[in-house]
C-alpha cells in the first residue's frame, strides 16, 4: 500500500465476556473517521555543563483515541452517543389538553404537547369548537391562527397522538464497544478491480457523550462521536494484535 484515500463504512459492537465483537452494527455514512496514538512523558536534565540539556526521557503515558464522525442520525446512533435508552411511546387519544390560557395571536405559533403525529385535531375556545378554517396545525401540533374573530379563551384541543419512539439521554453507563473501520482505499485498486482492503479494528472503546447536537443548522448536520481506546486486558501485549487496537492489510 502506498498512496491511500480511504472510504468504507464503520462499524460498533458490543464485547462479550471474552471481548469478542458481538452483533456489528453499520453507524451509517461516515465522511470522516480517526485515531490519535500519544504519549505522555517525563524529561531529565543534567546539570553539570552548564547547558542544562535533556539527557534522559521516560514514557509515562500511552493513550489511543477514536474519533467518528457520522451524519445518519438514527436511532441506534443517538442511543450510543448519549448513553440513552430506546423505548417505544403508544398512540392514542388526548381530550380537553389546555393549549392557551388567553386569546390566541394571529400569526403566532403555539404547541401541542404531542408525543407522535397528530390527526384528528379539534380545537375549542372556552369550549366552543373553533372552526379549522381559521388556523393551521402540522404533523407534530404548532398552530398558527390566521383569523381570530369570535374565538374566546381558554384554548383546548381534542386529538389523536400516533405511536412513536424515544431516547432518553443519561440513563446508561459509557458503553464499550469494539470498533472496526472497513477501509477501501481508493488511490489503489488491484487484480479483479477491487480497492486495496485496510481494517482497523480497536478492541476495546469507552466513548464520550456527545458534545454537540446541533438540532437548526442551514448546512447537513453531522454527529461527532469521541473516545478513547482503552487497554484489553482480555488480550495479551505479547500477542501479534497487541491490547489496543490492530491494522489488517488484505493485499499486502
Known amino acids: 500500500m502506498s498512496l491511500t484515500s480511504l472510504q468504507g463504512p464503520v462499524f460498533t459492537a458490543d464485547r462479550d465476556g ?3 465483537p458481538v452483533n456489528f452494527a453499520w453507524a451509517g455514512n461516515s465522511p470522516d473517521t480517526n485515531v490519535s496514538l500519544s504519549t505522555e512523558t517525563l524529561t531529565h536534565k543534567e546539570s553539570y555543563t552548564g547547558l542544562r ?7 509515562t503515558e500511552t493513550s489511543a483515541s477514536i474519533s467518528i464522525t457520522v451524519d445518519d442520525f438514527k436511532e441506534s446512533n443517538f442511543v450510543m452517543a448519549a448513553y440513552g435508552v430506546a423505548a417505544a411511546i403508544a398512540g392514542g387519544a388526548v381530550t380537553g389538553e389546555a393549549v392557551l390560557s388567553t386569546i390566541p395571536v394571529v400569526g403566532e405559533r403555539y404547541a401541542l404537547k404531542a408525543t407522535g403525529r397528530v390527526s384528528a385535531v379539534t380545537l375549542k375556545g372556552n369550549a366552543v369548537t373553533i372552526s379549522n378554517t381559521l388556523y393551521s396545525i402540522d404533523a407534530s401540533g404548532v398552530i398558527v391562527f390566521s ?3 369570535g374565538i374566546a379563551a381558554p384554548i383546548t384541543a381534542d386529538y389523536t397522538n400516533a405511536a412513536a419512539r424515544q431516547v432518553g439521554v443519561f440513563k446508561t453507563a459509557p458503553p464499550e464497544k469494539h470498533v472496526r473501520v472497513d477501509g477501501m482505499n481508493t488511490a489503489r485498486t488491484i487484480s479483479g478491480g477491487d480497492f486495496e482492503r485496510l481494517i482497523l479494528d480497536a478492541f476495546k472503546t469507552r466513548l464520550d457523550p456527545l458534545e454537540t447536537f446541533n438540532l437548526i443548522h442551514d448546512e447537513f448536520g453531522t454527529m461527532v462521536i469521541n473516545g478513547s481506546v482503552l487497554v484489553d486486558t482480555l488480550k ?5 494484535t497487541g491490547q489496543f487496537m490492530r491494522l489488517i492489510y488484505f493485499d499486502a
Open 147 to 149: 383569523d381570530i374573530t
Open 18 to 20: 471474552s471481548g469478542n
Open 53 to 59: 540539556t535533556t539527557d534522559a526521557r521516560i514514557i
Open 236 to 240: 495479551s501485549q505479547a500477542s501479534a
